[in-house]
């Protein structure tokens, strides 16, 4: 029953921000973790960042932290990805996922095998 819808993708140039959202719904999530991933054209998909839905502590891996914000609004039922500074080679799909056993593995889940549920993905394309 849990959904998870991403939007918010789209073309932007070089240097431009974009504010992703995921909509969840079919659960309360307490105890959950909320994580964002991408795949590029013929990439591994990738982690970004994953947050504590009720805490809001956040995780970020490294190639992204200096540019990307997690954040989540419990009240709207919405996580969301701030990219900033964006470059052509952050485009890709982008997923939001939930894990519903938050572990050690749960901030470095390589693919996110252990992650419970996805959404669709949403396009990001960065042109130079």
């Known amino acids: 029953q849990v959904q998870l819808v991403e939007s918010g993708g789209g073309l932007v140039q070089a240097g431009d921000s974009l504010k992703l959202s995921c909509a969840v719904s079919?659960?309360?999530?307490?105890?959950?973790?909320l994580g964002w991933f991408r795949q590029a054209p013929g990439k591994d998909r990738e982690f970004l960042a994953v947050?504590?839905?009720?805490?809001?502590?956040?995780y970020y891996t490294d190639s992204v932290k200096d540019r990307f914000t997690i954040s989540r609004d419990r009240g709207k039922n919405t996580l969301y990805l701030q990219m900033n500074s964006l470059k052509p080679e952050d485009t890709a799909v982008y997923y939001c996922?939930?894990?519903?056993?938050?572990?050690?593995?749960?901030?470095?889940?390589?693919?996110?095998?252990?992650?419970?549920?996805w959404g669709q993905g949403t396009q990001v394309t960065v042109s130079s």
């Open positions: 079919g659960g309360t999530f307490s105890g959950y973790a």
């Open positions: 996922a939930a894990d519903s056993t938050i572990t050690v593995a749960t901030i470095n889940p390589g693919q996110g095998n252990e992650y419970d549920y």
């Open positions: 947050i504590n839905w009720i805490s809001g502590s956040t």
